[in-house]
């Protein structure tokens, strides 16, 4: 199967359910990270997809998972959720064709198996900004600062999801799409996410930095504002809400 068949494919089996697929080439990831976070299982050329969330995947594929009483909710439902649709994506394939990686996948030394906002970036789905970028970095030395990702679209109303790697695939001529800077390389702006993303996550106003064309429901909104020990509750309530209005 050729990349054009493979993308194809791709979407049209993940945009509908508020996904994006964003193809790029292992070697551009494996030329920006340090070398113990490489794929070097896999040529250079070797082709792979980035998959994102849209902020409409929470109702078109999250809520009909979590209402389905078959599904079991005691571990996180998000996570689960989306491999099941990648699972189900991938079964068109042969298991020694692709494989797959996802935002949460460690190593036994709690290592990360890829790092995602570089994939974001690499892949042209998403500008990555870090006080690297600084000539004038006004963070405290000693403070770790986490950079972030934000999509040209929907500013930090997204989540970078899984990656699935076509072992047998290479496409050498794979145009390489940079990731819109919707900052427009201006410091004051980046040093502005960067605080608002590791000082105050929790407000979301990192999210809302540029015009966005979509943020997440206000239901969606909730679940996520809710502690992750609780979530269970909040999904156990929903459920119970949904069969009275049957």
């Not at 036994?108 to 042209?124: D, E, N």
């Amino acid at each position: 199967m050729d990349f054009e068949t493979i993308y194809e494919f791709l979407q049209n089996n993940l945009l509908e359910s508020g996904f994006e697929v964003y193809p790029f080439l292992i070697s551009w990831y494996n030329s920006v990270v340090d070398p113990l976070f490489r794929l070097s299982n896999y040529d250079d050329d070797t082709v792979a997809f980035l998959i994102i969330s849209t902020p409409s995947m929470f109702e078109k594929t999250f809520l009909p998972y979590a209402l389905d009483v078959s599904k079991d909710l005691t571990r996180d439902p998000i996570d689960c959720c989306v491999k099941e649709k990648m699972q189900s994506v991938i079964e068109r394939f042969s298991e020694d064709e692709v494989d797959v990686l996802f935002d949460y996948d460690l190593w036994p030394t709690r290592r990360a198996k890829i790092i995602m906002q570089t994939v974001g970036h690499v892949s042209g789905a998403a500008c990555f900004y870090s006080r690297q970028q600084l000539q004038n970095d006004p963070f405290p030395k000693d403070k770790n600062m986490m950079g972030v990702c934000l999509h040209p679209k929907y500013g930090g109303w997204f989540a970078l999801r899984s990656v699935l790697i076509f072992k047998t695939l290479q496409y050498p001529l794979l145009p390489r799409i940079s990731p819109p800077d919707v900052l427009n390389g201006d410091e004051s702006l980046i040093v502005d996410v960067l605080q608002r993303f590791n000082y105050c996550w929790q407000d979301g106003t990192y999210r809302n930095v540029i015009p966005v064309i979509e943020t997440y429901s206000t239901l969606q909104q909730s679940y996520f504002q809710t502690n992750p020990k609780d979530r269970l509750v909040w999904l156990a309530d929903l459920r119970r809400m949904n069969n009275e209005n049957v």
